[in-house]
């Protein structure tokens, strides 16, 4: 028997054995075999890493689920409202279904563009917190700020505050081996997302999230991770414009929940979950009579792909125009015929990314994404400068901020975490914030792309033809 004879029938076994067991969708299928094909046996490793799926216990993390629901639904207020918009009242349904919290009422929001006024804020925060800090990072810079903030969570941990940190370690590869080292403390329990076995076969997966929650009061949520360029200081993307929100009241409670969700499910992978240290005072979130009702959505090892399914929805709700901001635009086939209908369908839709990109191939797949939309009557804004904000605005009512892109990588592979907000002041408040990115902005047009971006023709096929295999 001959080598290449023994390679081809193992082949055609793991081709054989992805059409029969391997759920994709069909268009993503095809490029899969057409590689399995013209590589035999090596895109099968490519596949095992990068498209294969999430790799979870799901035992466990159902076990640890189920385990703080049970403590944090007996903190937890229950209004009994009754929403009279169908068209609203349909979207919660749906929402329920895709997992998403359920809807609080009493809250207030304060939004944070720049990454130096932010920062300010969160480190007065941290300094007057009283009993806990959660936080869960995608990216904790090894720098300047990302020490400062280290050196004041020691700090508060020899206070006697209860500090725990879950971080990506994939998103901070770059970091030095043993940088969390110094911060070794009793009150300060640092946890990474995935084990070592976990992060290999995990490694095309990130937990994009940015949440900070403190002493249960209040919460951060939205784009920005914590590094000096997220506060300008960085040539190649300044200025660096994103959008974090502070939220105050019950709100709060459901992204705690959340977070320990995430934290006990990473810490559970290395380490035996015997108790599950939850003060009860951490849900006891500081009381607003501010009627301002939103959600919590977030993507998890047991529901995935809802925060799309949570967007695709409020998109066909739109009766008159759409806002979005991005800084990565890729949409997969079922995202961009929802933006294709709602344009036929005479719907404004405005699409914000950056004139400034840090990675040059999502940028090239992002102008091809956009000018397609162009061409039907979208309206493109190219910020001048790198917009990493992560917002859309639906009509007059509907408002999303978190850490989502809209994009594949988001929808699809990352854990992701969103606030959905339901109010017209809200809605018109962030409308104004738009406005101003558009005064700092250049419209596109193909001409714009022809004379900035002329070096960009090959890449923007490449990168969209192979996007949808991830």
Not at 70 to 81: C, Q
Not at 100 to 111: G, H, Q
Not at 387 to 409: A, M, Q, T, W
Request: glycine fraction near 4%; charge should be positive.
């Amino acid at each position: 028997m001959s080598i290449r004879f023994l390679i081809y029938s193992i082949n055609s076994l793991l081709i054989i054995w992805f059409i029969f067991y391997q759920n994709k969708d069909y268009r993503s299928s095809l490029k899969w075999i057409f590689l399995f094909l013209l590589f035999p046996i090596i895109s099968f490793l490519f596949y095992y890493f990068l498209g294969m799926g999430i790799k979870v216990d799901k035992k466990k993390y159902q076990n640890v689920e189920e385990r703080i629901n049970k403590v944090v639904d007996s903190f937890t207020p229950y209004h009994n409202f009754r929403c009279l918009d169908t068209s609203l009242a349909q979207y919660l349904e749906v929402n329920k279904i895709l997992g998403a919290s359920k809807m609080t009422y009493y809250n207030d929001i304060y939004y944070f563009t720049d990454g130096n006024d932010y920062y300010q804020k969160l480190l007065s925060d941290i300094n007057n917190a009283k009993r806990s800090i959660n936080i869960e990072m995608y990216i904790f810079r090894d720098d300047e700020f990302g020490n400062t903030l280290l050196d004041l969570l020691l700090n508060k941990a020899k206070q006697e505050v209860k500090v725990k940190i879950l971080y990506d370690p994939n998103g901070n590869i770059t970091n030095k081996r043993r940088w969390l080292k110094k911060y070794s403390h009793p009150n300060i329990q640092i946890v990474k997302t995935f084990s070592f076995y976990y992060r290999i076969r995990n490694f095309n997966y990130r937990n994009h999230k940015k949440i900070i929650v403190i002493d249960g009061e209040y919460a951060y949520l939205g784009g920005f991770n914590f590094g000096l360029e997220y506060a300008s200081n960085e040539e190649k993307v300044e200025p660096f414009r994103d959008t974090q929100i502070k939220i105050y009241g019950e709100g709060v409670v459901e992204i705690q929940r959340q977070f320990y969700i995430d934290f006990y499910y990473a810490y559970s992978l290395s380490f035996p979950l015997v108790n599950l240290d939850i003060d009860k005072e951490d849900f006891q979130c500081k009381i607003t009579h501010k009627l301002l009702p939103l959600q919590i959505i977030s993507s998890s090892y047991s529901i995935r792909e809802n925060i799309k399914r949570s967007r695709i929805k409020m998109l066909n709700l739109a009766k008159k125009e759409v806002y979005i901001q991005s800084p990565y635009f890729i949409l997969d086939p079922l995202m961009n015929e929802t933006l294709k209908l709602l344009l036929f369908s005479k719907v404004k839709v405005n699409i914000m990314i950056p004139l400034k990109y840090d990675q040059k191939i999502p940028f090239c797949a992002t102008l091809a994404n956009v000018r397609e939309l162009y061409n039907l009557g979208a309206r493109i804004y190219l910020y001048d400068g790198f917009i990493h904000s992560k917002v859309l605005i639906v009509d007059e009512l509907y408002l999303v901020v978190g850490s989502s892109n809209f994009d594949i990588r988001s929808f699809s592979l990352n854990l992701e975490a969103d606030a959905l907000i339901y109010s017209k002041n809200e809605v018109y408040r962030y409308k104004n914030i738009f406005m101003t990115d558009v005064i700092n902005s250049l419209e596109y047009s193909p001409i714009i792309e022809e004379k900035m971006f002329s070096s960009f023709k090959f890449g923007k096929r490449i990168f969209r033809l192979i996007s949808s295999i991830m």
